[in-house]
């Protein structure tokens, strides 16, 4: 199983990014995003199920929207009105039974 994220750069605030997930190896139940910030730990951004219900942490309700294309094996992050706060690494990740398997980090910075 081979998670590779990419999408991430530098964005003024307000701006947006889309950062992609490309997987491959199982059928996998759960996928989502974390973020950490630096001195920070690892928490949720978003996820979304198998049968598409999606799920977001309070702070980016409303602005990012998760996504996934089974068809082409990619989990996609659409970040708008990103704000400074937004700034980390973010990692995606995918359950398979009780393994969960993650991407590396791709980094989103905002700033002006």
């Known amino acids: 199983v081979q998670l590779q994220a990419s999408g991430g750069g530098l964005v003024q605030p307000g701006g947006s990014l889309r950062l992609s997930c490309v997987f491959s190896?199982?059928?996998?139940?759960?996928m989502g995003w974390y973020r950490q910030a630096p001195g920070k730990q690892r928490d949720v951004v978003a996820s979304i199920a198998s049968g598409g219900g999606t799920s977001y942490v309070d702070s980016v309700k409303g602005r990012f929207t998760i996504s996934r294309d089974n068809a082409k094996n990619a989990l996609y992050l659409q970040m708008n009105s990103l704000e400074v706060e937004d700034s980390a690494a973010y990692y995606c990740?995918?359950?398979?039974?009780?393994?969960?398997?993650w991407g590396q980090g791709t980094q989103v910075t905002v700033s002006s």
């Open positions: 990740f995918a359950d398979s039974g009780r393994r969960r398997y």
């Open positions: 190896g199982s059928i996998f139940s759960s």
